[in-house]
C-alpha cells in the first residue's frame, strides 16, 4: 500500500462544475499538509496548504481530517484554466525532512 | 517564479556513468528537498537538506548522493546510472523542513 494514495482519476468535468479529490495518508505522525498542481511537463506549483480548521482560497477549499487520515480539495465553477494534474503532499512524521506526493490525479474541464 | 533554479535543463548521460545536478535555493530558504519524478507519476522523495546536513532520505540506493553548501545551495550526485535514473529530478526549497516548498524547474535527465 503507498503511505499516500489519490483518487486515480481522470476528472472529466464541464466548465462550472464543482469537483472534489480525496487523499489518504498512512503516517498518523505527518505534520504538514499541502495541495500541489501540476501543468504538463512543468514543476508543480503550490496551490494551497492545508489545515484542520479548513482553508478556503477563493473557489478552492482544502480541508484535513487527521481522525481518518485524509485531506481533501474541492474546486466551484471549474474552469477550463484549472486543467492540471493536482498532488497532494505529506510532510513529516517518523522521517522528519520527508515529503510524500500522492502521483496526482488529472484534471480536464471541457467547454 | 519561484527564485529556484537549477541547471543543466536537460542531460543524456550513458548507462554506467556518473551525474551531477545543481539547485540554488530560494533567497532566505535553508532547505532543500530532491525529488524524481517518471512519467504519470507523483514526485518521489529522493532527500532533504537542512542547514547542510541529511535531514530525511527516501527509498533510493546510496548510489545517490548529496550535499548543501553554506549558501544553501545543493548538488544532487547519481553514480553508476542506469536505465530507471531516466526522469525528472526536481529540486525544491522551503524556509523549514515542514514549510511549503518552492520548486525549481527540474533537470531532465536521459540515459541511455
Known amino acids: 500500500r503507498k503511505e499516500v494514495e489519490q483518487d486515480p482519476g481522470p476528472f472529466n468535468v464541464p466548465e462550472g462544475a464543482t469537483v472534489a479529490f480525496n487523499c489518504t495518508y498512512s503516517?498518523?505522525?505527518?505534520?504538514?499538509f499541502f495541495w500541489y498542481r501540476q501543468d504538463c511537463r512543468k514543476e508543480p506549483k503550490l496551490l494551497m496548504s492545508?489545515?484542520?480548521s479548513g482553508n478556503e482560497d477563493g473557489r478552492f477549499t482544502a480541508q484535513l481530517n487527521r481522525a481518518s487520515q485524509y485531506i481533501s480539495l474541492l474546486i466551484r465553477d471549474s474552469k477550463l484554466s484549472d486543467s492540471a494534474t493536482y498532488l497532494c503532499?505529506?510532510?513529516?512524521?517518523?522521517?522528519?525532512?520527508?515529503?510524500?506526493f500522492g502521483d496526482g490525479t488529472t484534471l480536464t474541464v471541457k467547454p | 517564479e519561484t527564485g529556484v533554479t537549477q541547471s543543466p535543463t536537460h542531460l543524456i548521460k550513458t548507462r554506467g556513468q556518473q551525474v551531477t545536478l545543481r539547485c540554488s535555493s530560494q533567497?532566505?530558504?535553508?532547505?532543500v528537498s530532491w525529488y524524481q519524478q517518471a512519467l504519470g507519476q507523483g514526485p518521489q522523495f529522493i532527500f532533504q537538506?537542512?542547514?547542510?546536513?541529511?535531514?530525511g532520505r527516501g527509498n533510493f540506493p546510496p548510489r545517490f548522493s548529496g550535499l548543501q553548501f553554506p549558501n544553501y545551495s545543493s548538488e544532487l550526485n547519481v553514480n553508476a546510472l542506469e536505465l530507471d535514473d531516466s526522469a525528472l529530478y526536481l529540486c525544491?526549497?522551503?524556509?523549514?523542513?515542514?514549510?511549503?516548498?518552492?520548486f525549481g524547474p527540474g533537470t531532465r535527465l536521459t540515459v541511455t
Open positions: 525544491a526549497s522551503s524556509l523549514e523542513p515542514l514549510d511549503v516548498q518552492y
Open positions: 503516517n498518523s505522525a505527518s505534520q504538514s
Open positions: 492545508v489545515y484542520s
Open positions: 503532499v505529506v510532510n513529516g512524521g517518523t522521517n522528519a525532512g520527508k515529503s510524500t
Open positions: 533567497s532566505g530558504h535553508n532547505t
Open positions: 537538506y537542512y542547514r547542510e546536513e541529511e535531514n
